[in-house]
């Protein structure tokens, strides 16, 4: 096994598995489907950063939505996604 993906934080701790195979696979995921439907671009940007702050140090860390994106997404919501990762999701990980 190469990747894990998606990793869906509604039943899924991708803490807990950074922990325990981070040395040796690749992890995907973790943005709430239902975040990107039903919250605010900067509730995502926060989720986001948290998530490249615990998840990306030492590699084997691809954000993403938790499931494939759906067509009832929030085209805002996930514009923030994708801004909050280019601007903070290069290595070396800084997010202040």
């Not at 701790?13 to 950074?18: E, P, S």
Request: hydrophobic share 40%; aromatic share 8%; glycine share 10%.
């Amino acid at each position: 096994v190469d990747l894990i993906q998606p990793i869906d934080p509604t039943c899924m701790d991708i803490v807990k598995f950074k922990e325990m195979f981070g040395d040796r696979i690749c992890l995907a995921g973790n943005v709430a489907n239902e975040l990107l439907r039903s919250g605010t671009p900067s509730e995502v940007e926060a989720v986001v950063k948290e998530l490249i702050e615990n998840v990306a140090p030492g590699g084997g860390f691809c954000l993403g939505s938790g499931n494939s994106v759906p067509d009832w997404a929030k085209f805002d919501n996930y514009m923030a996604m994708r801004n909050t990762v280019l601007k903070y999701g290069s290595y070396p990980i800084h997010t202040d």
